[in-house]
């Protein structure tokens, strides 16, 4: 026959459980604190040169050997943030580049030619797309660089007005489970059924597809 807990017993049971999960809770925010990015959190926000900034020090402190660099930018004109791709792609690092094909085709010409020695590098792999739809107006809107440990979202463009004058914000992004997700998102436009391949020579493909397969 179960005997019936007395008040004390029970009491010291619950203070014993008490202990148990602050316990619980300790380890945990140590394991936190010493590892932030196992499963995917927001790291911080970012308006205006702030994200600029972010993105440079990314591309700057990125190395071949920690896998590519992956960018779809609806509109790429910034002088800084181009330097900075160059300098990873002259040091071997796989670039995956694609960006809106109006904004790319109706470009100035000196914008084109701030792009051509980022295109003719070797490990560069740049491509323009529409929409989500062929046959439509639709644009390659989307905002997002990623990496292998963190991710750079929201609604800024790499242009001197997204980083001087314009209300922006980025958000970067962390973790196994929400760089995965944003990877394969970044995977429906590469492989987007209006994406095209654009060449060294800064031309876009005819072509749809003929881009190489995502790897790192």
């Known amino acids: 026959m179960l005997t019936p807990k007395t008040d004390g017993q029970q009491s010291a049971e619950q203070e ?28 911080a926000t970012y308006e205006g040169q702030e994200a600029i900034d972010r993105a440079a020090v990314i591309i700057n402190a990125h190395d071949p050997e920690q896998g590519s660099l992956r960018i779809a930018m609806f509109d790429i004109t910034n002088h800084r943030l181009i330097n900075c791709l160059e300098k990873a792609a002259a040091k071997g690092t796989t670039i995956y580049l694609v960006t809106d094909k109006a904004q790319f085709n109706g470009a100035t010409q000196a914008v084109k030619d701030s792009y051509a020695n980022l295109l003719r590098q070797p490990t560069v792999y740049a491509a323009a797309a529409s929409g989500r739809i062929t046959g439509t107006v639709g644009r390659m809107h989307t905002k997002l660089f990623i990496t292998r440990y ?21 958000v970067e992004l962390a973790g196994i489970r929400a760089l995965k997700m944003l990877n394969d998102r970044f995977q429906r436009v590469w492989n987007g059924c209006t994406t095209s391949g654009i060449s060294p020579d800064g031309v876009i493909s005819d072509l749809m597809g003929q881009l190489p397969t995502l790897s790192e």
């Open 16 to 43: 014993d459980d008490a202990e148990n999960e602050a316990l619980i809770a300790d380890k945990i925010l140590k394991r936190e604190e010493e590892t932030p990015y196992l499963q995917g959190e927001l790291v």
């Open 150 to 170: 963190t991710a750079l979202m929201g609604g800024g463009n790499w242009t001197k007005w997204g980083e001087v004058y314009n209300w922006e914000l980025m």
